[in-house]
T-cell receptor, first 118, second 113 residues
Framework: AQSVSQHNHHVILSEAASLELGCNYS??????LFWYVQYPGQHLQLLLK??????LVKGIKGFEAEFIKSKFSFNLRKPSVQWSDTAEYFC????????????????FGQGTILTVHP | KAGVTQTPRYLIKTRGQQVTLSCSPI?????VSWYQQTPGQGLQFLFE???????NKGNFPGRFSGRQFSNSRSEMNVSTLELGDSALYLC????????????FGEGSRLTVL
């Protein structure tokens, strides 16, 4: 079964600082990868996803993530965070077949709470 | 297009009782998944339904069950509630497309006293 590990439980930054949240997964086959965000009091929303092609994917609100297959990693980055980025971030993985079609359950990491001070 | 709707949003039960939670997926979505979210365990997969059939199941005891109706609406039931069942229960729907993206509802927050 696949699993997901997020390196940091809580990250505290000042506005304009750069952000990198680590995510590693354990599954040797083809995967689809996701980052979700949960703002305080709101539902989980998709930030970005990777399923094939360019390993550098861009999402909403200036976020991007890079899939490094050899490292089983899918780290989330943002060059300059804002106070409004304060939220909990979840990395998730889903198995996929050779054609890229995902199947099975979506497995989440434990989440990283990001606090941005103005 | 309306999002995923979950009812009730909040509920309080006592140990030993049972509870039923409801989820209406996005129109046209045939897959519904349920997750339990707690501060200690994060997001744990409960089960997934597709076209009224359970397609995947997580590692939860048999007290946790679910079903899906012909209109894709889904319910989950927890019997003989325990204190540890207190959690946010999230429902997510999926169009069945290749990428497996899930769209989440706001959740049903269950407190067991």
């Amino acid at each position: 079964a696949q699993s997901v590990s997020q390196h940091n439980h809580h990250v505290i930054l000042s506005e304009a600082a750069s952000l990198e949240l680590g995510c590693n997964y354990s599954y040797g086959g083809t995967v689809n990868l996701f980052w979700y965000v949960q703002y305080p009091g709101q539902h989980l929303q998709l930030l970005l996803k990777y399923f094939s092609g360019d390993p550098l994917v861009k999402g909403i609100k200036g976020f991007e993530a890079e899939f490094i297959k050899s490292k089983f990693s899918f780290n989330l980055r943002k060059p300059s965070v804002q106070w409004s980025d304060t939220a909990e971030y979840f990395c998730a993985v889903k198995k996929a077949n050779a054609g890229g079609t995902s199947y099975g359950k979506l497995t989440f990491g434990q989440g990283t709470i990001l606090t941005v001070h103005p | 297009k309306a999002g995923v709707t979950q009812t009730p949003r909040y509920l309080i039960k006592t140990r030993g009782q049972q509870v039923t939670l409801s989820c209406s997926p996005i129109s046209g979505h045939r897959s519904v998944s349920w997750y339990q979210q707690t501060p200690g365990q994060g997001l744990q997969f409960l089960f997934e339904y597709f076209s009224e059939t359970q397609r995947n199941k997580g590692n939860f005891p048999g007290r946790f069950s679910g079903r899906q109706f012909s209109n894709s609406r889904s319910e989950m039931n927890v019997s003989t509630l325990e204190l540890g069942d207190s959690a946010l229960y999230l429902c997510a729907s999926n169009s069945g497309g290749n990428t497996g993206e899930l769209f989440f509802g706001e959740g049903s927050r269950l407190t067991v006293l």
